[in-house]
């Protein structure tokens, strides 16, 4: 089977984790998992074995465009991972397989998310992604609440007084113009 990406190179048995065989392309990095095998490991395996890994997320491709399933040739559907990322699983819900780019699998582990792979690729998980972004985003109701060009003025001049080297002077002038 061709590779999902960049349809060019062959792809080659890899091993995802110990129990979880994949199909992966050397030129890409991306990765072919058939979700039947998926499942399997995911219920067999003992949920704390995989170790917590801290820091940075890991910087994973994607690709922006629809991919065709390799096996199938119908276009296979983006399900966003988390609010976290603005990384995408694609899955071809007639073969029941998905696809991940390059540093997919290594991001679901960092976001402990690598035994969620089939929550992911449903309509509840999508909607609780979306309701999570718009609840956190603070500054979207501060925008609703100043209206744009309010809120505009209000940044603009913040982050021109977050880099002034006489940003202390600046602020006892506002509030000594505020006293009046
Ligand atoms: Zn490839
Ligand atoms: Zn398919």
């Not at 699998?105 to 909607?127: A, F, M, S, Y």
Request: charged content about 35%; overall charge negative.
């Amino acid at each position: 089977m061709k590779c999902f990406s960049c349809k060019e190179s062959e792809l080659l048995p890899v091993k995802l984790e110990p129990g979880l065989p994949a199909l992966g392309c050397n030129d890409c990095g991306g990765v072919y998992i058939d979700l039947l095998t998926y499942r399997e490991w995911n219920e067999d395996r003992d949920d704390d074995e995989t170790a917590v890994t801290e820091g940075a997320l890991v910087e994973a491709s994607e690709s922006d465009s629809a991919l065709i399933c390799q096996r199938c040739r119908k276009i296979m559907l983006k399900f966003k991972i988390s609010g976290a990322t603005d990384n995408y699983v694609d899955l071809c819900s007639t073969c029941d397989d998905a696809w991940l780019d390059k540093g997919e699998w290594q991001l679901l582990n960092q976001l402990q998310l690598e035994g969620k792979l089939t929550e992911i690729v449903t309509r509840p998980w999508q909607k609780h992604i979306r309701e999570e972004r718009a609840a956190s985003s603070l500054e979207n109701r501060f925008k609703e609440e100043l209206g744009e060009t309010d809120f505009d003025r209000a940044k603009d001049y913040a982050s021109w007084l977050k880099s002034h080297p006489k940003r202390r002077e600046i602020e006892n002038l506002v509030r000594y113009i505020r006293r009046g």
